[in-house]
DNA sequence: ACTGTTGTCAACCGTCTGGTTGAGGATGCC
DNA sequence: GGCATCCTCAACCAGACGGTTGACAACAGT
């Protein structure tokens, strides 16, 4: 089990299994049975991978007798989708800077890649989430797994 | 190595040198010797890696003499946002019209679970990718990874 | 109390993964 | 040509992962 937050959840998203039921969460609420009734593994297997989505913040199980009602944390998503837009609009911009010194320019000139002219804050030219000793990654906002 | 295009991008991404290494290819295109530079694992391990992105459709690899520069294919990237958003509005739809349904409701009558009234076209009641013959996600729009 | 339902834990298994070392091809410089 | 640089492939390894079976606890109905 990788032990930073990010690194969890993209890894629980990793299985399709695990991405279909995370998909049906978002339509309701259901219990581990429930859950498990369209697929062709075992209720074990299921209540394995919802060990994993749990442990990565993404579901909450409660009780209700003997079942165990599983509930969507959705805004553990936003902890990936801030991490891939921040890079994805990083780069984009990067390229449009790329097509317009292109345009801009004869034809027997290649340019070489278009870096920022002047470093940012968010520049990760240093690793930043690699530190073996404690990642920097922001900790889910869904609360703690286990 | 998972077969569906999904899968290999969430798995790409839940390794966090793999992640540190698209932070930086955000910024500027590198060869992997600059991309293996700062980890302290080998050059090997490092162009281990970026086959795995480059399966993923996450990158690209190019030639320049010896060199191997890396050009990230950022709009890869939209396959997860997509797919994580679309599941993350419905979920919090559904939570928002729950906290309607207690705001006006005396505080002695707990509502269950609420669900669509009527099903949408988007309802993964039925598993949607875990299929084992086919998945049905969009394949990465990136072009075709090796 | 007995039986059925629901779910988790433990142990096992084959496969995959992130690392290693060793080898070697492609390219450039003197 | 010899040497340096850059990178990939192959084989290996320990540990992780997605599945299985067996066992058992918690709960509900008769």
Same mark, same amino acid.
């Given at each position: 089990? *990788?032990?930073?937050?990010?690194?969890?959840?993209?890894? &629980?998203? *990793?299985?399709?299994?695990?991405?279909?039921?995370?998909?049906?969460?978002?339509? $309701?609420?259901?219990?581990?049975?429930?859950?498990?009734?369209?697929?062709?593994? #075992?209720?074990? &297997?299921?209540?394995?991978?919802?060990?994993?989505?749990?442990?990565? +913040?993404?579901?909450?199980?409660?009780?209700? *007798?003997?079942?165990? /009602?599983?509930?969507?944390? &959705?805004?553990?998503?936003?902890?990936? !989708? $801030?991490?891939?837009?921040?890079?994805?609009?990083?780069?984009?911009?990067?390229?449009?800077?790329?097509?317009?010194?292109?345009? #801009?320019?004869?034809?027997?000139? *290649?340019?070489?890649?278009? #870096?920022? !002219?002047?470093?940012?804050?968010?520049?990760?030219?240093? /690793?930043?989430?690699?530190?073996?000793?404690?990642? $920097?990654?922001?900790?889910?906002? +869904? +609360?703690? /797994? #286990?």
């Amino acid at each position: 089990m *990788a032990a930073d937050p990010l690194s969890r959840v993209f890894a &629980a998203l *990793a299985d399709p299994t695990r991405r279909d039921m995370v998909a049906r969460l978002a339509v $309701t609420d259901s219990t581990v049975g429930e859950l498990a009734e369209p697929y062709a593994v #075992s209720v074990q &297997a299921v209540s394995k991978h919802l060990r994993v989505l749990e442990d990565a +913040g993404l579901v909450s199980r409660s009780r209700d *007798a003997q079942r165990r /009602p599983v509930h969507l944390e &959705a805004e553990v998503l936003d902890l990936m !989708t $801030t991490w891939i837009e921040r890079y994805r609009r990083q780069a984009e911009e990067r390229y449009r800077r790329l097509d317009d010194v292109l345009a #801009s320019m004869p034809d027997d000139v *290649a340019p070489t890649d278009v #870096s920022p !002219t002047h470093p940012t804050d968010v520049s990760p030219t240093q /690793p930043t989430d690699v530190s073996p000793t404690h990642p $920097t990654d922001a900790t889910p906002p +869904g +609360g703690n /797994p #286990s």
